[in-house]
């Protein structure tokens, strides 16, 4: 590329990992980057997020920490420190068994804090366009690419990038190609095998996710270990919950895990996510440790998420179009612990 050129790039996906990517790439003068998101307005689902020391050093460099660092409460610091505590805890008195040690903190927030502060950081010439939900891409001999939206409007680009999650339509597009390619070349049972990359499988784990507040907990349980300690993880046979203080410390993220191993590859029956009565996670936990019962009693409304997951990739790219973030990677967190 001459100094003069410029390179344009569209980004499909406005979560964290297109976001991120908007970052580094705006380090780069000659690059104009086109950010299309299908929702109507940027606003992140969920509850925490913990972003591990190897991560950490990307928002460094991106100048991201100083302005991170005014919505964590979690003290940043450089040599090993105890980030969960972890217990086995399907039983009326738990038992401690695991500190998982990190070089570098394992730094909590609220998921809302974190986009809005990488959306603070966005430079004005990354355009960011929301309600655009891209329907299809075709890769051109010229060498643009060319963006066709769900309200039927198109645009174009040099390189396309998919950071649009689990239902990803840019990996349906890559899969395409590279299932249309191998047709080409006679080689069927290939190109069946790449198709069944494209549809995202139910891990057979759901997630129930909640935001308490410190004093509702506080109140019912004075010496909680979440309290007073930077996360708890409660491990048994077939779930988990994890939990840890987020909003300076205003606010205790809750996520319980119940997976179903023999349903994993299979379809979820429902909706992705929705909102739920405890009731539907309760019970399963009932025979746990106390500070599961305190946890679980301060839940209301809590959201359920069906975990899906997409079968491991040889490949992300595909001529000039790439996938980064959830619409390629598997999620790692889910494997739950048996004894
Ligand atoms: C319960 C739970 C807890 C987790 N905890 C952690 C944690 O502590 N730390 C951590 O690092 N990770 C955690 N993760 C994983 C992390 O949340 C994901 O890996 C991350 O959010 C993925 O970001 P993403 O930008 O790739 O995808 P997403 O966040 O899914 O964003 C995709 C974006 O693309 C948009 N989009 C979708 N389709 C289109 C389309 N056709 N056109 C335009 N836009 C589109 C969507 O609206 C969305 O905004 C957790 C996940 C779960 C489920």
Redesign the pocket.
Known sequence: MSSTSRLRVAI?????????FALALSQYPNIDIDI????RQ?T?V???????PR?WKIIKLLGLEADLLKVTETRVVEGPVSAFRYRKSDQREGLEFFTLVTQGSLV?FH?ADYQQTLLNHLPKRCRTYCS????SYTQRQSGSIELL??DGTTSSCDVLVG????????RAGILGEKARWAQGEGRWKEAAEILTHVEPVWSGSN?Y?ALIPVEKLRAIAPNHRVLNTPGVQYLGKHGYI?SYRISGGKLVNF?A?ISRHHLENTKFNGPWMSTVEPSAFASFFAHWEPDVQALIACVEKPMQ?A?HTIRPMQSFISGRVAL????V?E?Y?LSCPEF
Do not use: H, N, Q
């Open positions: 499909c996906g406005a979560g964290v990992g297109g976001l991120t299309y998101e299908s929702a940027l992140e969920g509850a925490g997020i913990g972003i591990f991560p909590l998921r655009k939900r891209l329907r939206f769900e950071a649009d999650g689990v239902k990803s339509v840019v997630a996710r994890m996520v895990f998420w975990i980064l973030g959830d619409a990677s999620l967190f």
